[in-house]
């Protein structure tokens, strides 16, 4: 059974650091694209960051462009997302998600349950 779950939230300072992990187990991690995900309190899904099978094809969403690196081991079956300078608008629930739909969130096929990230002082 695929299963995909996330570490590393907590809460920081703004202009802080964290650094997310997504474990992967169940499936070839090394086959798929992962896309980080996710949900400010109040709002939508809202697409952060994916990553192609080799790492090879990267994007982020604009407003973390620059603050954030996504990558991935595929030895260790991991995803990690590096969030540096860190702002109270990224305070959200992060989720990692198998495959890479856009916002058509019914594609996504496999979800983690989520990691709290909060930005105040």
């Known amino acids: 059974q695929a299963q995909l779950v996330e570490s590393g939230g907590g809460l920081v300072r703004p202009g802080g650091s964290l650094r997310l992990s997504c474990a992967a187990s169940?499936?070839?991690?090394?086959?798929?694209?992962i896309t980080w995900v996710r949900q400010a309190p109040g709002k939508g899904l809202e697409w952060v960051s994916y990553?192609?099978?080799?790492?090879?094809?990267?994007d982020y969403t604009d407003s973390v462009k620059g603050r954030f690196t996504i990558s991935r081991d595929n030895a260790k079956d991991t995803l990690y997302l590096q969030m540096n300078s860190l702002k109270p608008e990224d305070t959200a629930v992060y989720y990692c998600?198998?495959?890479?739909?856009?916002?058509?969130?019914?594609?996504?096929?496999?979800w983690g349950r989520g990691t709290q990230v909060t930005v105040s002082s």
């Open positions: 990553i192609n099978s080799d790492g090879r094809r990267i």
């Open positions: 998600a198998r495959g890479f739909y856009n916002d058509r969130w019914d594609q996504y096929d496999t």
């Open positions: 169940g499936f070839a991690f090394s086959s798929y694209t």
